[in-house]
T-cell receptor, first 118, second 110 residues
Framework: NAGVMQNPRHLVRRRGQEARLRCSPM?????VYWYRQLPEEGLKFMVY????????ESGMPKERFSAEFPKEGPSILRIQQVVRGDSAAYFC????????????????FGPGTRLTVL | GQQLNQSPQSMFIQEGEDVSMNCTSS?????WLWYKQDPGEGPVLLIA?????ELTSNGRLTAQFGITRKDSFLNISASIPSDVGIYFC??????????FGPGTRLSVLP
């Protein structure tokens, strides 16, 4: 059973370009979460999505950042017009349906995408 | 908003020693999770706790869900060099609203 997959693992962008980060959840998981981590810091929640639905985006900046989880395909975190301050590791996690019993409330993380903005 | 505190922030121990770290919250959670993160990698789930008072082991690791539902601790027995890393606690309610602590950085000296 493959784990959470993220790509690319490393992404370099120049200021003003767009960054697209992809996340494929674990098989059978329908909930995806995105987090941001700066060096030497903890994980900061950004957004929580179900298929075709944004459940909670309270941690995501209002401008330049967007996320989607389409019916088919991976979840995408999109950062437009990147700035140096966007440089960080971005982690995706997935969980089973919250009411499904075993594993409820448990998240599994991908390996992350490390974004560097030059 | 909800916040988790972890203590200690960092610790240096000798190989073979036991380790204890804890996590406290200002609000109640119905699930507590402990993760370990190695440099350059994503957090790996170590132990998940679903009931107040629950004590769960995973090899040399033992974690407990506090009876007030506002705290949890993680113990590591007989530490080895590969235990080095950052340990994060996280709380959630019904699979939503995951909140992470700032982490405890563990260093193991040979």
């Amino acid at each position: 059973n493959a784990g959470v997959m993220q790509n690319p693992r490393h992404l370099v962008r120049r200021r003003g370009q767009e960054a697209r980060l992809r996340c494929s959840p674990m098989k059978g998981h329908s909930h995806v979460y995105w987090y941001r981590q700066l060096p030497e810091e903890g994980l900061k929640f950004m957004v929580y999505l179900q298929k075709e639905n944004i459940i909670d985006e309270s941690g995501m900046p209002k401008e330049r950042f967007s996320a989607e989880f389409p019916k088919e395909g991976p979840s995408i975190l999109r950062i437009q017009q990147v700035v140096r301050g966007d440089s960080a590791a971005y982690f995706c996690a997935s969980s089973p349906i919250p009411t499904s019993g075993d594993g409820v409330g448990t998240q599994y993380f991908g390996p992350g995408t490390r974004l560097t903005v030059l | 908003g909800q916040q988790l505190n972890q203590s200690p922030q960092s610790m240096f121990i000798q190989e073979g020693e036991d380790v204890s770290m804890n996590c406290t919250s200002s609000s109640i959670f119905n699930t507590w999770l402990w993760y370990k993160q190695d440099p350059g990698e994503g957090p790996v789930l170590l132990i998940a706790l679903y009931k107040a008072g629950e004590l769960t082991s995973n090899g040399r690791l033992t974690a407990q869900f506090g009876i007030t539902r506002k705290d949890s601790f993680l113990n590591i027995s007989a530490s080895i060099p590969s235990d080095v890393g950052i340990y994060f606690c996280a709380g959630s309610n019904y699979g939503q609203n995951f909140v992470f602590g700032p982490g405890t950085r563990l260093s193991v000296l040979p």
